[in-house]
């Protein structure tokens, strides 16, 4: 039985409102794309992943590539306006929210194991940070168990071209719901 579950990615305020410490260009531009992928999983009650990068304040969880970028600017300090999901996207009761601190949603988390105990087939991949933390995600779970889906957004051509000799397929939303 096909079971598609929906992962956003990194959509906080930190790295989409006008003026964050980490603003990403385009971020602000994907949310009217990513709440109609949302609102079609939530219409049909499949299980919805909102996936938040959040730090401890002292900065003791940042991998070590950004420490000095953290101390500079603290990004997604736990407990923040910043760490929040943008308010488009908050997650509804029965959400599942999956807190990490490095680039894979996988690494260091329950979401395996929550994927597997609920049967998931597919994965559909939306938000932000492509080449780093949705393509670092993909990469930690093998394609010979999930179907990906990358929800279509604005990307490089290498970066396309990496990901469509991996396991990347972009169908339409309809075909894998």
Known sequence: MKRTALLIIDMQNDFVRAGAPLQVAQAQA??????????QFRERNLPVFHVLRVHRADGSDVEIIRQALFRDQPFTVEGTRGAAEVEELHP??????????RMS???GTELDLMLRNLKVTGLVVTGIQTPNCIRT???MRSPSTTRWFLSRMRLGRRTLRSMRQTCWTWPTLASVL
Do not use: D, H, M, S
Request: charged fraction near 15%.
């Open 137 to 139: 995600t993909v990469l």
């Open 92 to 101: 509804l009761p029965g959400e599942y929210v999956i807190r990490k601190t």
């Open 30 to 39: 994907v949310i009217p794309n990513i709440r109609t992928v949302l609102q």
């Open 105 to 107: 949603a996988f690494l």
